[in-house]
């Protein structure tokens, strides 16, 4: 069944990231209910899963979702650390895709598969055959090689993350270290949510998450607002679609 799972996920993540990322919210809906059945099938009980403790995990997952938030009004108000926020990938969106990206395909797309399927069901199965050390380890190394796809395409959208990396290497070496960097990063991450998910249920992780890439479309054009009177002062515009 454990095998099952990755295979589910691992199909999910091809769909979403290669084939059909618009469908993304209608694969990763299929593919979390079919993670669920097989963790129920497998002999767990929605408490283990991690739907519970709703009311702790949605102060503790508020509070982390505001402090997201004043992190990223932190960072764009720097001007060393405001062009990370300058990503193709909100900017080259319309205003209607980009609203639909943050309300839609991040919570139904993203969030919902990654937070079920990793720290629901695979961490509930882990946990289940091998304890809690190895749940969260495992489930949180599969969540790291789980970005290796959307950190190919945050390469080549954000330049300033790639020039963190930039040497005198080819190209295609600071792509590798960028995506090194994403999955060794969403690995702790991973860890983290783990930890969240064992101590408030799936809510707390869930809104931490949601914040974390929901937020990202809104500081994406906030940052590059702030950048125009710059750009129109040395005589060089750029907008985002309308």
Request: hydrophobic fraction near 50%; glycine fraction near 8%; aromatic fraction near 6%.
């Amino acid at each position: 069944m454990l095998l099952r799972s990755i295979a589910v996920l691992t199909a999910a993540n091809v769909m979403n990231n290669k084939v059909a990322p618009r469908l993304g919210p209608l694969t990763s809906a299929a593919a979390t209910a079919a993670l669920v059945a097989m963790a129920r099938r497998s002999g767990l009980s929605w408490e283990e899963l991690g739907f519970e403790r709703g009311r702790r995990g949605a102060v503790t997952g508020g509070a982390l979702a505001a402090a997201v938030a004043a992190v990223y009004t932190a960072g764009i108000a720097m001007p060393r650390t405001r062009p990370l926020f300058h990503d193709e990938r909100a900017l080259s969106l319309t205003r209607a895709r980009a609203l639909e990206e943050a309300l839609v395909q991040v919570p139904f797309g993203t969030v919902l598969l990654e937070e079920v399927g990793f720290r629901g069901a695979l961490y509930g199965m882990l946990r289940q055959r091998h304890g809690t050390a190895a749940a969260t380890a495992l489930s949180s190394a599969l969540f790291g090689l789980w970005h290796i796809l959307p950190s190919i395409d945050m390469a080549r959208a954000n330049p300033a993350l790639g020039a963190l990396t930039a040497g005198e290497s080819p190209a295609h070496l600071d792509t590798a270290r960028v995506v090194a960097g994403a999955v060794v990063s969403t690995a702790a991450a991973g860890v983290l949510f783990c930890e969240l998910r064992r101590r408030c249920g799936l809510l707390a992780p869930s809104m931490l998450h949601l914040a974390t890439n929901s937020l990202g479309y809104l500081f994406a054009r906030i940052s590059w607002k702030s950048e125009q009177p710059k750009a129109q002062a040395v005589g060089t515009t750029w907008k985002p679609s309308a």
